[in-house]
């Protein structure tokens, strides 16, 4: 066996094997927003877990939990068929990997449209800035979307104080 650390070797054994792994991964999550990007609802519905064994589950923000590939593939395709544009700029990106099952953190940097009015090319832009945990498990396809949980950030990037909850506003009983 070669290590990298020998001259002209090559990296091999589980080291070799986990970085694999992780670029595997990130290309997959990366794959998962282009599609989104391009308005790919096939490539969507490709990258999702479908092998039988576990239901996937979604958040999408705002939502409630979407349980199961048909539930979460028909919201994917509802939220396509109502954008007409969207961008993600992807930070923090973060992958934790344990055994075939992934973990994938990241900022979701949103810029999206909706439909266009009196005639313009594009609706008006918004920006939207969501936390997202995307759960992958390997398959014999490759890596496939397990769950999506994603949240709006609501507070300011340095705001150390988590955001008010009821409980914490004044004259609100406990």
Not at 79 to 104: C, E, K, N, P
């Amino acid at each position: 066996m070669t290590t990298g650390d020998e001259p002209g070797g090559h990296d091999t054994g589980p080291t070799a094997d986990r970085n694999a792994d992780r670029n595997a991964v990130e290309a997959a999550n990366t794959a998962f927003y282009t599609a989104m990007e391009e308005g790919d609802f096939d490539r969507v519905e490709d990258l999702w877990l479908d092998d039988g064994s576990a239901d996937v589950s979604c958040v999408h923000p705002g939502w409630p939990v979407l349980t199961g590939r048909r539930e979460v593939l028909r919201s994917y395709a509802l939220i396509m068929a109502h954008t007409d544009y969207i961008q993600f700029f992807l930070t923090d990106v973060r992958i934790s990997l344990t055994g075939d099952t992934a973990l994938v953190t990241c900022t979701e940097n949103i810029l999206s449209g909706g439909p266009a009015e009196d005639g313009a090319e594009l609706g008006p832009l918004v920006g939207q800035l969501v936390v997202a945990t995307n759960t992958f498990r390997r398959t014999p396809e490759g890596w496939r979307i397990w769950s999506h949980h994603a949240s709006p950030v609501l507070a300011g990037p340095d705001d150390d104080t988590p955001p008010a909850t009821p409980d914490d506003q004044p004259g609100t009983p406990a």
